[in-house]
C-alpha cells in the first residue's frame, strides 16, 4: 500500500517543506507517502473564486490514484485521534488499496472532489494553513504507523 498527499498549492516554506520530508523519510518503510502538489486557480481581483476551486478540483481529481480510497481533509470531516487513525491506517491496509488524502484550495474542496471521498478527516474545529496541513497530515500517518508497528513514537 502507497499513499499519496495531493494539495493544492506550490512552493511551501521551507520549514515545511523539512518537516514533511522528515515524516515522509521516516514513514517509508510503513507507508510510502508520495506529495503531489497541484496548481491553485487563478484568484484576485475581478476573478471567480468558485471557477478556481472547479479548477482545482479537475486538477485534483486528475491526480488521484486508480482506483484509490480518498480521504479529504476538511473541516467538515470526521476528527479522528492518534489512536483512531492507527485504526483506519489498519482497516485500509486490509482492504489492500492504495490511499489518497486531500487538502484542498483557500475555498475547501470542488463538490466533484467531496463526491469523489470516501471518507473525510477534520484535523479540528481550528482553520489550519493549508501547507501546515501537509506537515500535520504527514506526521499523524507516521504516528499512526509506528502505533501500529508498536514502536515508542507514539508515549500517549
Same mark, same amino acid.
Given at each position: 500500500?502507497?499513499?499519496?498527499?495531493?494539495?493544492?498549492?506550490?512552493?511551501?516554506?521551507?520549514?515545511?517543506? !523539512?518537516?514533511?520530508? !522528515?515524516? /515522509?523519510?521516516?514513514?517509508?518503510?510503513?507507508? *510510502?507517502? !508520495?506529495?503531489?502538489?497541484?496548481? *491553485?486557480?487563478?484568484?484576485?481581483? @475581478? /476573478?471567480?473564486?468558485?471557477?478556481?476551486?472547479?479548477?482545482?478540483?479537475?486538477? %485534483?481529481?486528475?491526480?488521484? *490514484?486508480?482506483?484509490?480510497?480518498?480521504?479529504?481533509?476538511?473541516?467538515?470531516?470526521?476528527?479522528?485521534?492518534?489512536? +483512531?487513525?492507527?485504526?483506519?491506517?489498519?482497516?485500509? +491496509?486490509?482492504?489492500? +488499496?492504495?490511499?489518497?488524502?486531500?487538502?484542498?484550495?483557500?475555498?475547501?474542496?470542488?463538490? !466533484?472532489?467531496?463526491?469523489?471521498?470516501?471518507?473525510?478527516?477534520? &484535523?479540528? *474545529?481550528?482553520?489550519?494553513?493549508?501547507?501546515? %496541513?501537509?506537515?500535520? %497530515?504527514?506526521?499523524? &500517518?507516521? /504516528?499512526?504507523?509506528?502505533?501500529?508497528? @508498536?514502536?515508542?513514537?507514539? /508515549?500517549?
Amino acid at each position: 500500500m502507497k499513499a499519496k498527499l495531493i494539495a493544492v498549492g506550490e512552493r511551501p516554506p521551507a520549514w515545511v517543506t !523539512e518537516g514533511f520530508e !522528515e515524516y /515522509r523519510k521516516r514513514l517509508s518503510h510503513w507507508l *510510502p507517502l !508520495e506529495l503531489v502538489e497541484v496548481a *491553485p486557480g487563478m484568484r484576485g481581483k @475581478n /476573478r471567480d473564486a468558485a471557477r478556481a476551486m472547479q479548477d482545482e478540483g479537475g486538477r %485534483v481529481l486528475a491526480a488521484l *490514484p486508480k482506483g484509490g480510497l480518498v480521504v479529504t481533509l476538511d473541516g467538515r470531516g470526521k476528527p479522528w485521534s492518534s489512536e +483512531r487513525l492507527s485504526q483506519r491506517l489498519e482497516h485500509w +491496509r486490509g482492504q489492500g +488499496r492504495d490511499l489518497a488524502f486531500l487538502v484542498g484550495g483557500p475555498e475547501g474542496h470542488a463538490p !466533484e472532489v467531496l463526491a469523489q471521498a470516501d471518507e473525510s478527516w477534520s &484535523l479540528g *474545529p481550528a482553520t489550519l494553513p493549508h501547507m501546515l %496541513v501537509r506537515l500535520l %497530515v504527514a506526521e499523524q &500517518l507516521y /504516528r499512526a504507523a509506528a502505533m501500529l508497528a @508498536n514502536h515508542p513514537y507514539h /508515549r500517549a
